[in-house]
């Protein structure tokens, strides 16, 4: 079937809906989602969302910015963290207009607490900045964006799955999309396309994301000549819950927890004199790791997040569903107990290279892609650079998401309509006949659970050349391994092992693209920590990575407006 949209977005997380609700009454719009809206990974999100509105104590967006700008590891585009960090603000009421009931302090006002790497006054102690709601932030904005959507009459098609982008001649018209409920294959035309299609943490063995965080727009952008820009840094969140790697969000030290080795020591001391737990994911994660490895943690590779100073009453107010999921999944209460916690894979701050206003682009002189957008956890614009901080990420789907929308509402005007071919439907039929007819011996759980060993071995928290050229060996030699793939279920409804064999195949592309990264940046920074070369090198590295279709490699400037490059301690 042919459909037609003058905008049509993927991904129904916080970017996509956001962005929607910007431009639906100027456009025909439509959000298309593999998994039903309201499943997206965004409604994981437990933290809260950051912004200097200074409820508890004295804030500023210029603090905001600089923590920003440190955490990135100097490699955020400052230009960009300037434009998120202002509007913070704006976002939070705004949302509260919408009607998100966030947490209240003691007068009435929204409440804000602790995240790590968040600071007052430059960096002279932790700064209470993240608004939430108890801990279910992502689930209550994503209802309620998905409740603005409604009201406005957006199309939706969930449970459709895009296979592919239509471009011509630098030029995005529409997308591929295969219906899983009825295993038809539909093209749908639009004049502007927005990539919101979340992360790829699933790449990991260990990953606090959900099943559908695949990367699929990565990969569908980069499939169709887009670079794909800092892709080694991958973030680990310090704690994970062991031995299942789900997250326990970082709210839980904002509330006042203390991470503890097996003597009981709260090592942070150490590495963090004046910040400590709340210092930054990627230098908490490598601290654990560090303490594992000297023998200071428990048998089988985890510290204790301690909780259980704070009392019942905050931890049952604040916490409530870390709290149940814990007593859920290891049958620990942490009101009385410590939780075993080790780092996870959380997040990805490279991706679809946008300006600030989402148009993605596709080299380093910054030429644009007509029609194509991106923004949230798959774009890259750049505000996290090297490391992310927590609660950043929430705010940059909403202020970016809506910065998409706001250009592609613009866009379309001078945009004409561009009918396709059915030479793409044709294309996409014969994949999926191919995938279905394919024989061979191997199996897409094996060579997933391969791959994903393969990247916590070789590419996660401490890299180091030998290990990412062996890596990158044997993740080519799984690509060929797919090919011999069987897909078992030949069924037409809801044939989900079909949708993963595609998956596989991007997530498989992804991995080459972050150990290929990391194997060319040969310095540490953020997230991307090289044991062979431990010193940050802004001589020579001081730039964003870009990897082409192709395996080119080349480099794009950081623009750096306000804070330059100093020692990085907390
Ligand atoms: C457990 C957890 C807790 C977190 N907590 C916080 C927090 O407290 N604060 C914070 O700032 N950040 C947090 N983060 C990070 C943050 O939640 C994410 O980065 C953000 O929600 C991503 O939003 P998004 O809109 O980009 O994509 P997502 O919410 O991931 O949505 C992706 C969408 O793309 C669609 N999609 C993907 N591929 C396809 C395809 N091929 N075809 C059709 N549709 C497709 C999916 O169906 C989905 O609707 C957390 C992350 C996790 C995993």
């Known amino acids: 079937m042919k459909f037609h949209h003058d905008i049509v977005i993927v991904g129904a997380g916080l970017a996509g809906l956001r962005a929607a609700v910007e431009c639906v009454e100027k456009a025909d719009i439509a959000i298309v989602s593999k998994v039903l809206p309201t499943r997206s990974h965004s409604g994981a999100a437990q933290g809260?969302?950051?912004?200097?509105?200074?409820?508890?104590?004295?804030?500023?967006?210029?603090?905001?910015?600089?923590?920003?700008?440190?955490?990135?590891?100097?490699?955020?585009?400052?230009?960009?963290?300037?434009?998120?960090?202002?509007?913070?603000?704006?976002?939070?009421?705004?949302?509260?207009?919408?009607?998100?009931?966030?947490?209240?302090?003691?007068?009435?006002?929204?409440?804000?607490?602790?995240?790590?790497?968040?600071?007052?006054?430059?960096?002279?102690?932790?700064?209470?900045?993240?608004?939430?709601?108890?801990?279910?932030?992502?689930?209550?904005?994503?209802?309620?964006?998905?409740?603005?959507?409604?009201?406005?009459?957006?199309?939706?098609?969930?449970?459709?799955?895009?296979?592919?982008?239509?471009?011509?001649?630098?030029?995005?018209?529409?997308?591929?999309?295969?219906?899983?409920?009825?295993?038809?294959?539909?093209?749908?035309?639009?004049?502007?396309?927005?990539?919101?299609?979340?992360?790829?943490?699933?790449?990991?063995?260990?990953?606090?994301?959900?099943?559908?965080?695949?990367?699929?727009?990565?990969?569908?952008?980069?499939?169709?000549?887009?670079?794909?820009?800092?892709?080694?840094?991958?973030?680990?969140?310090?704690?994970?819950?062991?031995?299942?790697?789900?997250?326990?969000?970082?709210?839980?030290?904002?509330?006042?927890?203390?991470?503890?080795?097996?003597?009981?020591?709260?090592?942070?001391?150490?590495?963090?004199?004046?910040?400590?737990?709340?210092?930054?994911?990627?230098?908490?994660?490598?601290?654990?790791?560090?303490?594992?490895?000297?023998?200071?943690?428990?048998?089988?590779?985890?510290?204790?997040?301690?909780?259980?100073?704070?009392?019942?009453?905050?931890?049952?107010?604040?916490?409530?569903e870390i709290t149940s999921f814990v007593r859920i999944y290891l049958g620990i209460d942490p009101v009385h107990e410590p939780i075993p916690v080790y780092p996870t894979c959380h997040y990805i701050m490279g991706g679809i290279p946008t300006d600030a206003e989402g148009r993605v682009l596709k080299d380093e002189s910054r030429t644009v892609t007509k029609g194509l957008y991106a923004a949230g956890e798959c774009a890259c614009v750049s505000v996290h650079g090297a490391n992310r901080l927590g609660c950043n990420s929430l705010l940059d789907t909403l202020v970016f998401g809506r910065r998409a929308g706001l250009a592609m509402k613009e866009d379309i005007a001078k945009i004409e309509y561009h009918p396709v071919s059915d030479e793409p439907l044709e294309k996409a039929k014969e994949l999926i006949g191919g995938l279905l007819d394919n024989k061979g011996p191997e199996k897409i759980a094996i060579i997933r659970r391969n791959m994903q060993s393969l990247m916590m071995d070789h590419c996660s928290v401490f890299r180091d050349e030998d290990n990412l050229g062996i890596g990158l060996e044997e993740i080519r030699s799984l690509k060929k391994r797919l090919r011999n793939v069987e897909i078992v279920n030949k069924g037409r409804y809801f044939n989900y092992e079909l949708m993963e064999a595609i998956e596989l195949g991007h997530q498989l592309d992804l991995a080459e693209v972050i150990l290929l990264s990391a194997f060319r940046r040969k310095e540490s920074r953020g997230a991307h920590f090289r044991e062979d070369f431990p010193a940050r090198d802004d001589t020579n590295f001081l730039k964003h990575t870009l990897v082409f279709p192709g395996g080119e490699v080349r480099y794009k400037s950081v623009t750096v407006t306000r804070y330059h490059p100093e020692a990085r301690v907390y």
């Not at 239509?166 to 529409?174: K, N, S």
């Open 48 to 320: 809260g969302i950051t912004a200097s509105i200074g409820n508890e104590e004295e804030d500023h967006w210029e603090w905001h910015m600089f923590d920003t700008v440190k955490g990135s590891d100097y490699l955020a585009d400052q230009d960009a963290v300037e434009i998120m960090v202002r509007d913070a603000p704006r976002v939070i009421y705004e949302l509260e207009h919408m009607g998100v009931p966030f947490s209240r302090n003691t007068v009435g006002r929204i409440a804000q607490r602790n995240f790590g790497g968040h600071t007052r006054d430059y960096g002279k102690k932790p700064v209470k900045r993240a608004c939430h709601v108890s801990d279910r932030t992502g689930r209550v904005v994503l209802d309620t964006l998905y409740d603005q959507c409604l009201r406005h009459k957006v199309k939706f098609y969930p449970e459709h799955y895009v296979l592919s982008l239509v471009l011509e001649d630098g030029r995005c018209d529409g997308m591929i999309a295969y219906d899983l409920s009825s295993g038809e294959l539909n093209l749908i035309e639009a004049k502007a396309v927005l990539l919101a299609t979340g992360g790829c943490g699933r790449i990991f063995k260990t990953t606090s994301n959900g099943f559908a965080s695949t990367g699929d727009g990565l990969n569908l952008a980069h499939r169709a000549g887009i670079p794909l820009m800092d892709m080694e840094f991958v973030q680990f969140h310090p704690t994970g819950l062991y031995p299942l790697g789900i997250l326990v969000s970082e709210a839980a030290r904002g509330e006042g927890a203390i991470l503890r080795n097996n003597q009981g020591e709260r090592f942070m001391e150490r590495y963090a004199p004046t910040v400590k737990d709340l210092a930054a994911r990627d230098v908490v994660s490598r601290a654990i790791l560090t303490e594992v490895r000297e023998g200071r943690g428990f048998e089988g590779g985890f510290v204790h997040l301690d909780l259980t100073h704070l009392g019942e009453e905050k931890i049952l107010e604040k916490l409530w």
